[in-house]
């Protein structure tokens, strides 16, 4: 099983959508949840940190379920500019260990 | 505002050449990181370092070798640059968490495209 799975899409949707990305990752003694933001040519910025209880930051949420080692990120209100590569990225072990960075799934919003 | 810089943005070498690749930070974290990043591979790590003088090897660190001798400061050492190491080379920094040393977010510089002819 590989550390960090995303669905790599491409996710074409309309502005105005709400689209929903997923990731598991391997190792259930992961500690440290991202999600990142990679605009073409660019590199990669953070765009939240996923806590136990689920966080939101505008029109994103986050949500962790440890028992099923998966991650999720809901966009709502989908804007042009939210058109990117989004990272699903873990540490990969308990502690101060290095992060595991998925694959990455691309989104492109449509006018 | 967290500032990572390095040293170039586009760089062409030529086979068999000894290429360095230079990165600073300006927040005082102790962690540093070099990554890989290639289509449909993703970012690989390559070397990361915990301490000034400390090193650890990542998932691909053959053909490189870092050096960090003071805090801001992590290069990346291509000891003789080959046709397969044609990538965009990418340096992040973070600090520790708030609890129990879990890693905190890792802050990227721009990255560097490098050309191996």
């Known amino acids: 099983r590989k550390e960090v799975e995303q669905d790599p899409g491409p996710f074409n949707v309309p502005e105005g959508a709400t689209v929903a990305f997923n990731c598991t990752y391997s190792?259930?003694?992961?500690?440290?949840f991202f999600w990142y933001r990679q605009d073409c040519r660019k590199e990669p910025k953070l765009l939240m940190s996923v806590y136990s209880s689920g966080n939101e930051d505008g029109r994103f949420t986050a949500q962790l379920n440890r028992a099923s080692q998966y991650i999720s990120l809901l966009i709502r209100d989908s804007k042009l500019s939210d058109s990117a590569t989004y990272l699903c990225v873990v540490n990969r072990d308990s502690g101060n260990t290095p992060l595991v960075f998925g694959k990455g799934t691309r989104l492109s919003v449509i006018a | 505002d967290v500032k990572v810089t390095q040293s170039s943005r586009y760089l062409v070498k030529r086979t068999g050449e000894k290429v360095f690749l230079e990165c600073v930070q300006d927040?005082?974290?102790?962690?540093m990181f070099w990554y890989r990043q290639d289509p449909g591979l993703g970012l690989r790590l390559i070397y990361f370092?915990?301490?000034?003088?400390?090193?650890e090897k990542g998932d691909i660190p053959e053909g490189y070798s870092v050096s960090r001798e003071k805090k801001e400061r992590f290069s990346l050492i291509l000891e003789s640059a080959s046709t397969n190491q044609t990538s965009m080379y990418l340096c992040?920094?973070?600090?520790?968490?708030?609890?129990?040393?879990?890693?905190?977010?890792?802050?990227f510089g721009p990255g560097t495209r490098l050309t191996v002819l």
């Open positions: 992040a920094s973070s600090s520790y968490g708030a609890g129990q040393g879990v890693i905190d977010t890792q802050y």
């Open positions: 190792n259930s003694a992961s500690q440290s």
């Open positions: 370092s915990y301490d000034v003088k400390m090193k």
């Open positions: 927040m005082d974290h102790e962690n």
